[in-house]
């Protein structure tokens, strides 16, 4: 009746997850209890959980990736403290069961439920306000995109409660991951949440590359679109083309786990030489996936915060589309050690390093955007400029292992560790913190606290590098990663320094919740009425903050590349703004409950598939599959704003607009 | 300073050595582009502040043909550099072409269980688990498979570390020179007994070898098909131990996935092996 599924799945005797599942459940309680009491419910669900609009489902990503970074963290310091308390005769306060899974889950959760929801939610807020459109291409299934990504974030952490997380790395590498060495549920958890988030990004991408290829505002053309726009098609396109190889990876490990196949298995002829490439053809686009929104967020900041336009637009677009193809020709270089041969490994090695020259034009331009720029240092810039001075040093230590011989040595070491943490953190990381600080105004129209942000950017700066220049030592001691247990007495300072750096990560994290509140409890002393607080150069400036449904009252009529900053400065020079348009009603489309009930069932589905419970998972596929079905049949898709309603609006932004220019004319 | 001489660092073979120069060489081209560019982020984001009156303010400044030039350049020049060293490097030091030496070399095959280390000397007829000797100054030629999961074959202070593989074998030449004991590990996540699957490797001077592989030999116990089944029963941090006496073919039979076989009185010969080239490679 309930496959593998019994009491004993539930760690009675291991206090670590009991007690923290038993905190978790009675906040989450807690929180629906408070919302239901304040009677924001009706709210929350039209506003957010069925809400259509690309504003709201960028901020639950958001949201998402904000709370499963504190999970995420809580595995990094339990690894960190392990590390640090496990040396010699002590085998620490972790039993290895215990530890390989969070470390498998450390990576599976920031990777796949911090960073992509992160960037994705950057996406979904800023992309359509940036091309002056009211939403995405597909507003429902952008919905239902969010919904599973959440299914998948769910699934990880009920491993926590129920059962057990895959003990095998990040990417579960067979035959460590195939039934004979890894019998219990934990890889099937990892197996079947990634299936199911997979599908949501998969969605997304066909989302926004549709949105930006065949919706902007009139006279946005390709080299006017602002360079966010332009890495996040870089990146969707890399999610069409590299997600479906996950999946097909994914699947054929699972065909080996439930039906007995061999496709990557010791015996029966199997080969796991090919689930590593496989693996790989996804994971090193992932890795740009991530970076290239990252690089997006960073060339707005340098524009805005420097008073100009982006140094050598066209150069960005080209950097760009040359990362997004040569990111498929280097999945190789995770292997070098394989034995693949002199002539592949410097191919691949050649072809790894040349995404460095495109890399190091970005790093140029963003210098020469600063050169005769009027710098700002808002909290924004302090990462820009953080990110700039750590990236290149991870750059080069990036260079370093795609030279194969350099590789054969400190592959997967604590070096390499190192490595990925210093471009993930000082590259994606930083530009998640410059973004979330950047465009907080806009969705809620309040600026976060400048101290406390600067406070977090040194938090952040200073504990990545006390964290992880540590490990680059070891590494180069012949150090290799995801150990239980240290034997080597030597280790312990550089160890404690390292846990010292993450504890200051820590607290950065920490100080963001503080931030959040305290900017949320004295929101009205910093207010931003005018929808532009940071003197932007793009579109998602023009409109209110937080912009209405419909985003634009008409849509805007783009001139040249910076579209907002040449009509705000014609607006300031002429001191008056364009003529009054004709306002038109707009069709806005309606909430729908679709993404969450569907997620509900791929969640109840991809349960009873990790505990072998077949009716129910027959149950839950038809149960998704059926909320489509109903959804295809309803007739009404859009609501209708009146014009009465988008006048009154529109009118109302233009006074308040008016006077921001008459401010901005004098003071020039 | 004791961080700088330890492990990859401090190489004990032409090989970690060759290793050691290329990662030195290389770090030290890139550092002459990128410490001269966070001196500039740093100086240019401080002179171009906002509160600088003497600094010039081009505010439509957004492209530049002689610049755009340089900053394609620079790092264009570097990484053909680079790649040039990576060209070179790649087909010098590769893992499974021989060493230039007139000594002949050491076979060793090498085995990774869960969680220790097999090593067989197939000329010498011994075998140890956790503890490889090799002669000073004498190429070593190991063939690697795993009876398990992937793992890594790595000695830092050698050099070169490799997959080793189930049903596949791969290939790797290395040389000691200076003798002593250094650590050993496996450089591959493995499963709970992963971080106890180390081991020492000794370089004794090539007299020695022989020695100790003619004292070894015939002593002790003996690397039969049920000893081995034993042996591969999981275990971690495991004493070192040596067998006087191998089974014929126990290499070729782990990597042929046959070592059932080797109940029998007479191992019977491997048939079938996969080679660590992936197709058409």
Redesign the interface.
Known sequence: MLGKLTWDAIPFDEPIPLLTSAVVILAILGIAAWVWRKGWWPYVWNEYITSTDHKHIGIMYIVLALLMLARGFADAIMMRAQQSLAIGASQGYLP??HY?QIFSAHGTIMIFFVAMPFVIGFMNFVVPLQLGVRDVAFPTMNNVSFWLTASGALLVNLSLFIGEFA???WLA?P??SELE?SPGVGVDYYLVALQISGVGTVLTAVNFVTTILKTRAPGMSYMRMPIFCWTSLASNLLILAAFPVLTVSLALLMLDRYLGFHFFT??GGG???LYM?LIWIWGHPEVYILVLPAFGIFSEVAATF??????????MVFATLAICIISFMVWLHH?F??????????IF??AS??I??P???K???W??T????????TVP?YYL?GF??TF??G??TG??L?????D??????LFLVAHFHHVIIGGVVFAIMAGYTYWFPKAFGFMLDERLGKAIFWCWFIGFHLAFMPLY?LG?????????????PTWAPWLNVALVGAVIIGLGIALTVVQLLYSIKTRDQRRDITGDPWDGRTLEWLTLSPPPHYNFAVLPDVHGEEAYWTRKQTAIKEDRLIDEPDYKPIEMPINSPTGVICAFFASVCGFAVIWHIWWLAILGLIGAFAIFVWYAWQDEHEHVIPVEEVRANARERRRIRMEHLHELSQST | MSACDRGILDPVGPVGQAEKTILINSTAIMLAIIIPTMVATIAFAWWFRRGNSKATYLPDWEYSGAVEMVVWSIPALTIMLLGGIAWIGSHDLEPSAPLKSAVKPVRVEVVSLDWKWLFIYPDQGVATVNQLVVPAGTPVDYELTSATVWNVFFVPQFGTMIYTMPRMTTRLYLQADVQGSYDGLSAHFSGDGFPGMQFKAHVVPPEQFTVWAQSARGQGRTLDGPAYVELTKPSSYVRPMTYGAVAPGLFDAIVAGRTAQLDLPQAAPPTGRATAKPPGG
Do not use: C
């Open positions: 290895p069961e390989n003990r095998t790395g590498f035959p460590l060495f010791n015996d080969n796991s030489m490439n420097s008073g100009k336009p982006l140094f050598g637009y066209r150069s292997f050690t394989m034995g693949a041969g002199a002539n592949i490994n410097a090695g050649i390093m040349i460095g020259v890399t190091g034009v790093i140029y331009n210098l020469f600063m050169y005769g720029g009027r710098v700002r240092f810039m400029i700039m001075l290149v040093l750059g080069l260079v370093l795609a030279i194969p011989p350099v054969f040595v400190v592959h997967n070491s030592v180069l001691w012949g150090g290799t990663r995801r150990m239980q247990h240290i034997s080597d």
